[in-house]
């Protein structure tokens, strides 16, 4: 039977260090504050937004809600962006994506000061990944991926790493992230060929690709460690990942349960990145 790679766990060690910094930061008169802005109201965007209000309303951060209708204009959403970059009692700015389709995502991702892009989304945070440069912050769920198996104590330096997708949200942040660990990573995609071969020859098998149960237990070794990113619902309603987590468990040495692995730790890593941003200003 797999370790369990519980994110709640992780995510409750993450919260006290977090809990210990906000309060130093109140004491020296510095609220954290996040920013929240969503369009419409996408029961996906509510759902998560419970999840971050819970999460800092736990830890001493304080929320600013900025709401605007579906079909808002751009420009509307850019000045809403500049005046959360004018403010400094304004820490961090979670921005709810996808954006409807009247507005430019690019320019209003760019339009965001990097300093308070806490969940990754601008280039110049993603370059700040990629570089080590120390602009911006990582995708928070590409940053939740490396804090669990941190955690849980599992060593990556030269150890072999196979991250399953590609995408800028978490398959690439994440194989940069676990680059700077020392690990020798691999990144895969759903055109790869002899995909279960190479999946197999990893220690560390990370899954992002945003296919419910694209990875089955072919891809498994004996003994390695699997983290599954995704997110979905079968055709029971239970939610399930990219992992086939009934085929996969019996083989792997630990694996992230879904749900309650990677999902748990991303608002605890969000909150995390407000904080450090409000320290920042001292």
């Given at each position: 039977m797999a370790l369990l790679l519980k994110g709640g766990e992780a995510a409750a060690?993450?919260?006290?260090?977090?809990?210990?910094?906000?309060?130093?930061?109140?004491?020296?008169?510095?609220?954290?504050?996040?920013?929240?802005?969503r369009m419409g109201a996408r029961e996906d965007d509510l759902s998560y937004e419970r999840g971050v209000m819970n999460r800092c309303a736990k830890l001493g951060i304080q929320v600013k809600h900025c709401l605007m209708e579906a079909d808002a204009s751009q420009d509307q959403l850019l000045e809403v962006i500049r005046d959360i970059n004018r403010d400094n009692?304004?820490?961090?700015?979670?921005?709810?994506?996808?954006?409807?389709?009247?507005?430019?995502?690019k320019a209003v991702r760019e339009?965001?000061?990097?300093?308070?892009?806490?969940?990754?989304?601008t280039d110049a945070s993603l370059a700040g990944v990629f570089t080590g440069s120390g602009v911006g912050y990582a995708p928070c769920t590409?940053?939740?991926?490396?804090?669990?198996?941190?955690?849980?104590?599992?060593?990556?330096?030269?150890?072999?790493?196979?991250?399953?997708?590609?995408?800028?949200?978490?398959?690439?942040?994440?194989?940069?992230l676990l680059d700077r660990k020392n690990a020798?990573?691999?990144?895969?995609?759903?055109?790869?060929r002899n995909l279960p071969e190479l999946?197999?020859?990893?220690?560390?098998?990370?899954?992002?690709?945003?296919k419910r149960g694209a990875i089955g237990g072919d891809c498994v070794a004996p003994g390695q460690v699997v983290v599954d990113v995704g997110i979905h619902t079968d055709e029971n309603g239970k939610l399930c990942g990219d992992v086939r987590f009934a085929e996969a468990e019996p083989v792997a040495a630990a694996i992230t349960p879904v749900p309650g692995g990677v999902g748990a730790m991303t608002t605890s890593v969000l909150a995390a990145h407000v904080v450090e941003a409000a320290g920042k200003g001292i």
């Amino acid at each position: 039977m797999a370790l369990l790679l519980k994110g709640g766990e992780a995510a409750a060690a993450m919260n006290e260090k977090t809990a210990a910094r906000v309060a130093a930061l109140t004491a020296a008169g510095v609220v954290p504050t996040l920013a929240v802005v969503r369009m419409g109201a996408r029961e996906d965007d509510l759902s998560y937004e419970r999840g971050v209000m819970n999460r800092c309303a736990k830890l001493g951060i304080q929320v600013k809600h900025c709401l605007m209708e579906a079909d808002a204009s751009q420009d509307q959403l850019l000045e809403v962006i500049r005046d959360i970059n004018r403010d400094n009692s304004i820490h961090g700015c979670l921005l709810f994506r996808p954006l409807p389709a009247q507005i430019n995502d690019k320019a209003v991702r760019e339009a965001l000061a990097p300093e308070k892009d806490v969940d990754g989304i601008t280039d110049a945070s993603l370059a700040g990944v990629f570089t080590g440069s120390g602009v911006g912050y990582a995708p928070c769920t590409a940053q939740a991926c490396v804090e669990i198996l941190d955690h849980y104590g599992i060593p990556l330096e030269g150890k072999r790493v196979t991250v399953v997708g590609r995408s800028l949200v978490v398959g690439k942040p994440a194989a940069m992230l676990l680059d700077r660990k020392n690990a020798t990573v691999t990144i895969c995609n759903s055109r790869t060929r002899n995909l279960p071969e190479l999946c197999r020859q990893a220690d560390v098998l990370v899954v992002a690709m945003g296919k419910r149960g694209a990875i089955g237990g072919d891809c498994v070794a004996p003994g390695q460690v699997v983290v599954d990113v995704g997110i979905h619902t079968d055709e029971n309603g239970k939610l399930c990942g990219d992992v086939r987590f009934a085929e996969a468990e019996p083989v792997a040495a630990a694996i992230t349960p879904v749900p309650g692995g990677v999902g748990a730790m991303t608002t605890s890593v969000l909150a995390a990145h407000v904080v450090e941003a409000a320290g920042k200003g001292i």
